[in-house]
């Protein structure tokens, strides 16, 4: 069973019980996941900004879209219209299918994980995911690595609020701490 479907069959009649929507176009849904990899200290490096591509397009399966600076800053060393980042923004069944390999997959794989932040929510109902090292992705395998740099997943809802989308990400598995 895909995991779109478990979101329909199982999470949604929760939510529904939870918060008492009466229509389900009401429930809050996953609307996109961004990867996102800033180049920082690599910005010069042309091997850093190739490897960084790579690897967002493996872990993704789509081509990442360069992100440039909108102004210069001297004391980064960074001039206006400069490559600072690259990003890739799935969607549909791609980001299904990514969420499902990063809950089941990606986050276990990640050392001394103890679970996630539940404070990394952004007001609005959008959460982010630092990685330090790209390689608790099963696409990204140990022998071919050149650079190890992070990564940084951020997934959009349309819940209203940080406590739906918490009760969102918990029903579709998101490992979250407990809060004491």
């Known amino acids: 069973m895909a995991f779109q479907d478990t979101y329909r069959k199982d999470v949604v009649p929760k939510l529904q019980a939870e918060f008492g929507y009466k229509n389900i176009h009401a429930v809050p849904t996953v609307k996109a996941v961004t990867l996102n990899v800033g180049l920082g200290s690599g910005l010069k490096d042309a091997k850093f900004l190739e490897t960084a ?22 004391g980064f060393k960074i001039r206006e219209g400069m490559v600072v980042g690259m990003k890739v923004t ?12 990063l809950i089941r997959v ?3 794989r990640v050392r001394d994980f103890r679970g996630l932040s539940p404070d990394a929510f952004d007001g609005q109902g959008n959460y982010s995911i630092g990685f330090k090292e790209h390689m608790a992705f099963p696409e990204i ?24 989308a918490r009760s969102l990400l918990k029903h579709l598995g998101m490992p979250l701490k407990t809060e004491n």
């Open 106 to 108: 990606s986050l276990p």
């Open 141 to 164: 395998r140990s022998d071919e690595i050149e650079l190890i740099h992070g990564l940084q997943v951020t997934i959009a809802t349309n819940a209203g609020n940080d406590a739906q």
């Open 53 to 74: 591509e790579k690897t967002l397009t493996r872990i993704s399966g789509q081509k990442p879209v360069m992100t440039k600076s909108r102004k210069s800053i001297a």
């Open 90 to 101: 799935l969607r549909g069944k791609r980001m299904w299918n990514f969420l499902e390999k």
